[in-house]
């Protein structure tokens, strides 16, 4: 983005600086960590998920806050997620939910990282490390209950466990699984799914010490006695029902405070005679004379191209269009009948302008995606400040 000569506070040097600014709001997510932990109750702990930089928030930030609201658990995806967790500080358990390559088994001795395992291998270069150290390991075994993803089948659990735990230096410490549907109260599979893990948990809990753990915001919602030993939260994390808005009408939610807003500037502000094509492809036609502003946001700032001719923005507190298609770095958007927008009004493309709010589940919807995905593209692909 070309550095103008519009000021913006907070950013003093010039050149460093995106007109575009997503915005986390660190007690919010504190709020929404402890009002989790309420829920399920002292006995059992609340692991934050924090992958995909969490989701889209800053895991290292995201990390602290949820720290500081009491979490001790905190899930990623790979393990170079979980070293620059620990690097930064983070204390508690990390756990590394899609395995490693094998030669960097050293690393979760190094860093004091919880591996989940589903294959043989994995377990033995752990192993391996474990002996070379003098060490033991404590790890968590993935079983497939039903979502059709990673993990080992509930009815091999048994044998694979005992295999595993033969191993010198590896000491099974949990097990755990993942639901497809439980977002969904009135979904049959989330109780098939349950049977299946609480089986596999039960064989093993007769041989193991071991902490049992599948749900996930949507179970910690809908599905009180999936909650076992720990519950992993993500979405909840972030302010958001995993149903969408649709979804979100228990009484239950409307604690939950989106923590992300996304806010931008107008560059420019003209106007446009009737029958004139707008932005690349001409897919969009003035019908009138319109008043065009056009945004400094675009695909690459992860405001998606699927948005073209969908998504609203708040200006001046009321919701406009997005018109034509959305560029590689500006989208236009239709502010005929505001009165005095100019160039450097502020615009609010999710959050809170004046009455009204855009939240993750309204652009999703204009996408055909989730919340997810949205928090992810924004947070991920602007500069983020930190607020109270
Ligand atoms: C991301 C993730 C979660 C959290 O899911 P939400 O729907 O965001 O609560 C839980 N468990 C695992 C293994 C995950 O990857």
């Known amino acids: 983005m070309a550095a103008g000569k519009v000021t913006i506070p907070h950013f003093t040097v010039m050149y460093d600086y995106s007109f575009n600014s997503i915005k986390i709001n660190c007690s919010a997510l504190r709020k929404n960590y402890a009002f989790i932990q309420q829920k399920t109750g002292a006995g059992v702990p609340v692991m934050a998920m924090v992958k995909a930089d969490a989701y889209g928030h800053g895991m290292v930030m995201a990390a602290k806050a949820f720290s500081h609201a009491g979490c001790t658990a905190f899930g990623v995806a790979e393990l170079r997620e979980a070293v620059l967790l620990r690097e930064a500080g983070i204390q508690g ?4 939910t899609i395995g ?3 030669i960097d088994a050293g690393l979760f001795f190094q860093y004091r990282l919880t591996p989940v395992i589903y294959s043989y291998a994995a377990a033995q270069a752990l192993s391996i ?37 033969s191993l010198p230096g590896i000491k099974i410490n949990g097990l755990m699984s993942h639901f497809p549907e439980s ?7 989330t109780r098939e799914n349950f049977t299946q893990f609480a089986g596999a948990c039960r064989a093993l809990k007769n041989r193991y010490t071991t902490l049992c753990h599948i749900a996930n915001s ?3 919602l809908n599905f009180p006695d999936t909650w076992c030993d720990m519950v992993r939260a993500g979405i909840a994390l972030y302010g958001y029902h995993p149903a969408g808005s649709d979804g979100g009408e228990g009484p239950s939610c409307t604690a939950l405070i989106p923590a992300m807003s996304f806010t931008s500037r107008i560059l420019q502000v003209k106007t446009v005679p009737a029958g004139r094509g707008i932005s690349y492809g001409h897919t969009f036609r003035t019908r009138r004379q319109t008043t065009l502003a056009v945004l400094p ?6 405001f998606s191209r699927l948005l073209s001719n969908r998504a609203k923005v708040l200006v001046h507190g009321h919701p406009v269009p ?7 770095n500006m989208c236009m958007i239709d502010v005929t009948g505001l009165t005095d927008v100019a160039a450097g009004d502020e615009v609010v493309l999710l959050g809170r302008q004046g009455q009204q709010t855009i939240t993750a589940d ?27």
């Open 218 to 220: 949507g179970a910690v």
């Open 129 to 165: 490390q474990a002996v070379a150290l003098g060490q033991e390991i404590g790890i968590h075994i993935k079983v497939d209950s039903g979502m059709g993803r990673l993990g080992i089948f509930p009815p091999d659990i048994p044998a694979f466990a005992d295999t595993v735990a």
């Open 183 to 189: 977002d969904n109260p009135a979904a049959e599979s």
């Open 93 to 96: 358990d990390i756990y590394v």
């Open 362 to 388: 309204d652009i999703a919807k204009e996408m055909g995606s989730i919340s997810y995905e949205v928090l992810c593209l924004l947070g991920n692909n602007n500069q983020r400040q930190y607020i109270e």
């Open 297 to 302: 946001v675009g695909y690459e700032d992860g």
């Open 100 to 102: 490693f390559v094998e």
């Open 322 to 328: 997005v018109v034509g298609r959305i560029c590689m």
